[in-house]
């Protein structure tokens, strides 16, 4: 295989992995100190229980996206290391950071799991508070340095003689895409991990087991949801219209727009086909693309013929993940306005059919993140620092990169495996039902 | 600079020092005594528990400090030693999941057996190759122009100075947490009690009864093969009374162990990996690699990154230090608390 695309498979399989950990490890930590809050309040036991319950799952996710974080920090070097030669001095800051927020959900993480009965109950539960801001915190750090390598800042380059001088790591840090994208990856982390969370607990409702238990954890993740389900649409709005100033041929590549148009519609679905420049089905809504891309029905959006070959990115990847995105987005959406709309008209209990959609949608909301997360990276190719260096620039020498590739993807696949199935004897052990 | 490279220091120092415990334990376990197994693990978890998943921290904040201070140090290591680092990685990803699969498995069956397997192997395995990884930068046999596959990514570590080291540190390691664990033991009671501080104390006598021979041939080879980390040895007065003290060491603790004084055991065993660490790190300073033969130096001043971006790291290290250490002190204290009610 060729190396380039290995490395690529391999970075993309572990950092596909690793997602999924690190937004358990944001938002798990956010329901158990709800959870806990709720027990100090009513001394109900059930909501100790889960707690203790939830709390397991932290322990197990966390340690799981530890060590595959820490894989992936040496993977930086090991597959990109003249990226890092360059790029680690710039960027190196929301790293560091994103170290020490680690290390800090780490250290009370540790606390919360070994404190139970050995500290203070008020000081026990700020713990648990602190694991879940520190675990927002250091997915802040981390997207900030992605959004480093979508809109690169804080440093001047010469394209002649490949030269990095004036080096501003604080203004890298804060470079322009860092809060759209931060807001955008929180929201999905939460609404993902919500709902997953939702959707297991659902399940067991539908099959009768443990209902108080359950209908009450649902209650505590619910929120969560339905807050994060309903700003996300805003947050993608706001990425969209920065894409469109920053870089449109992500955009170009996102909606399949190969010609420049003025007033131009959105596409919805569609297969296209990158040697002809074409689109086969699909659905056009006019003026759409334009709204919402400049918040002008007439503003021209450029299309990728703009673009030297050479420096376009892919097309099929990016137009059909984004599609499943903003799919499963949608979808979000409206489940939580119907179940907002119950709430608000008071009914004590959900309908059953409600349920069911919360079950069905168990791993929707993760597809979505990896959906999201492959538009940002397959559409910022071919660079590895936008507009500054060529992903293919940025490979080791080193040779066989294949054999790796397929060892880590088994190695993930395996680990996945495990996990799942080490979850799946939680459940039934806390449920006492096999699901 | 200095101020980083001190921070640098202090956490790969840290790493070695309780990574190395947690790493010491699971090699242990491959050597089992026969009876009192699961007391065996009991205690591997409770020495290792809550602080273990903030041990992995100073290695990756010593990364963090590589790449972002000395970038170029980091990438010729990262392209040359890409074989041994991702050995290194397996081990990290099979010793981690085992280690927490097997403490939080909610049932426990069988299944406690492969993750106890899979937790030590990956042990040894993790530690024999940063090891070799760290032997291979003490050779140095690094190429300033790009040579054969085999000259450029095998040779550097495929030779037997590396591998005797990562041999060497495996026995090392062993020995320091079997020391360890024959205090931990203390903290039982009766039969097994007495069992385990034996089976501790034989496994301390085998560890260092093979370190020391490794150690010897290490220094011997490096000697003739004209290693240039190994001949500087010799020259340098600082390193020798370290690697001294550390082997008089040796003594006290013998006579530690005769009187009962088992408390010591634990800061013994840690001046004595202290003392070999600073030892090398000493030696090999202010070069990371340093090959006459090839021609080929690396030293850290040479491939820092620029003063703006020095002063940023330093500023941020400031930062993390005073918003970690409170809880991290605090973690550290009712985690002794529990040892000593135990």
Redesign the interface.
């Known amino acids: 295989m060729d190396n380039l695309l290995a490395a690529r498979i391999q970075m993309g399989t572990s950092l596909a992995f690793h997602i999924i950990f690190a937004c358990i490890g944001m938002v798990m930590p956010a329901l158990m100190t709800s959870s806990y809050a709720k027990y100090i309040r009513t001394r109900d036991e059930e909501y100790l229980r889960l707690t203790k319950m939830w709390m ?1 799952g932290v ?2 996710f ?3 996206g ?3 974080g ?2 992936l ?6 597959l990109w ?2 990226f ?3 790029a ?3 960027f ?2 929301p ?3 994103e ?2 927020a ?3 959900e ?6 919360f ?3 139970f009965d ?2 203070p109950e008020k000081i026990h539960w700020i ?1 648990s508070l ?1 694991v879940s801001i520190s675990g927002v915190l250091s997915g802040i750090f981390i997207t900030s340095a992605n959004a480093w390598m979508n809109s690169p800042s804080g440093f001047k380059f010469d394209p002649v003689t490949k030269i990095y001088s004036d ?4 203004a890298a840090m804060f470079n322009d895409a860092w809060a759209s994208q931060a807001t955008h990856m929180i929201l999905a982390a939460f609404s993902a991990s919500s709902i997953a969370v939702i959707g297991i607990h659902s399940l067991l409702v539908l099959k009768g087991i443990n209902l108080d238990f359950n209908k009450k954890a649902i209650k505590i993740a619910l929120p969560f949801f339905l807050v994060s389900s309903l700003l996300q649409p805003l947050s993608g709005d706001l990425s969209a219209k920065d894409i469109a100033q920053r870089q449109p041929e992500k955009l170009a590549a996102m909606e399949a727009h190969f010609k420049t148009e003025k007033g131009a519609s959105l596409l919805i679905g569609g297969l296209p086909n990158e040697e002809e420049e074409t689109v086969e089905w699909g659905i056009k809504i006019p003026y759409l693309l334009s709204i919402l891309s400049f918040g002008d029905p007439q503003a021209v959006v450029k299309g990728l013929e703009e673009f030297p070959k050479e420096e376009r990115p892919p097309v099929l990847i990016p137009h059909l993940a984004f599609q499943i995105m903003v799919g499963i987005g949608t979808l979000f959406l409206l489940i939580s306005l119907y179940t907002l709309f119950l709430i608000v008209r008071k009914k004590t209990s959900f309908p059953r059919n409600l349920y069911r959609i919360f079950a069905l949608c168990t791993p929707l909301g993760f597809l979505a993140v990896e959906a999201g997360w492959t538009v940002t990276e397959v559409g910022r190719q071919p660079w590895i620092i936008y507009k500054v260096m060529k992903t293919s620039e940025a490979l ?4 066989g990169i294949g054999y ?1 590739a397929f ?1 880590f993807i088994f ?1 993930y696949v395996f ?1 996945g495996v ?2 799942t199935w ?1 979850f799946y ?2 459940v ?3 449920q006492g039902y096999k699901l | 600079m200095t101020f980083v490279l001190a921070v640098l220091f202090i956490s790969l120092w840290l790493y070695l020092i309780f990574a190395g415990a947690d790493f010491g334990a699971g090699i242990l376990e491959i050597f089992k005594g026969k009876k009192f197994q699961r007391e065996q693990e009991a205690l591997v978890n409770k020495a290792m ?3 273990w ?2 041990n ?2 100073w ?3 010593a ?2 400090i590589l ?3 000395f ?2 140090l ?6 040359v030693l ?1 074989i041994p ?2 050995a290194i ?2 081990g ?2 099979f010793r ?2 085992a ?3 097997r ?5 426990k069956d069988k299944s406690q057996n492969w993750y106890s397997g899979f937790f030590a192997w990956s042990s040894l395995w993790t530690t024999f190759w940063i090891g070799v990884s760290v032997g291979a930068i003490m050779e140095g046999h690094f190429y300033v122009e ?1 040579v054969d ?1 085999f000259q450029t ?1 095998i040779r550097p570590w495929l030779s037997g100075f590396p591998i005797l080291v990562g041999f060497f540190l495996c026995t090392l390691l062993s020995y320091i947490t079997a020391t360890f664990m024959v205090a931990e033991a203390s903290s039982k009671e009766g039969e097994v009690r007495d069992y385990l501080k034996d089976l501790y104390k034989r496994r301390a006598q085998y560890s260092i009864g093979v370190a020391i021979p490794i150690g010897a041939v290490i220094i011997s080879y490096g000697y003739f093969y004209n290693i240039y980390s190994l001949n500087e040895f010799f020259n340098n007065t600082f390193t020798l009374i370290c690697l001294g003290l550390s082997s008089i060491l040796l003594l006290l603790q013998y006579v530690v162990i005769k009187k009962n004084q088992l408390h010591f055991l634990k800061y013994i065993g840690v001046t004595q990996l202290s003392l070999i660490f600073l030892g090398v790190a000493y030696n090999q300073f202010p070069f990371l690699i340093h090959n006459e033969q090839t021609h080929y130096f690396l030293s850290f001043y040479r491939s820092a ?2 003063d ?2 020095i002063d ?2 330093v500023i ?2 400031i ?2 230090t005073v ?2 250490f409170p ?2 002190i ?2 550290m204290k ?2 002794k ?2 040892t000593i009610k135990a």
Do not use: W
């Open positions: 397991k322990a197990i966390f340690a799981v530890a060590v595959s820490t894989l920090s040496f993977e930086l070097g090991l290391p003249n890092m030669e360059h680690g001095p710039i190196g800051m790293f560091s950071y170290g020490a680690f290390f800090l780490a250290i009370f993480l540790g606390i799991l070994y404190g050995r500290v713990s602190m080096i501003d790591p604080i080791t020498p080193m040779e790796s060892f190695l680990l495990l996990v080490l004897r939680q039934k052990k806390y | 528990g809550p602080v998943e903030a992995h921290i290695l990756i904040l990364l963090v790449f972002v201070g970038p170029k980091f990438k010729e290591v990262c392209i890409h680092i991702t990685l397996i990290i990803v981690g999941s280690f927490t699969f403490h939080y498995d909610a049932i790009k596959f990514y990154a620029p703006a971006v940023q790291l941020a290290l930062i993390v918003i970690i809880p991290y605090y973690l009712i985690f608390e529990e």
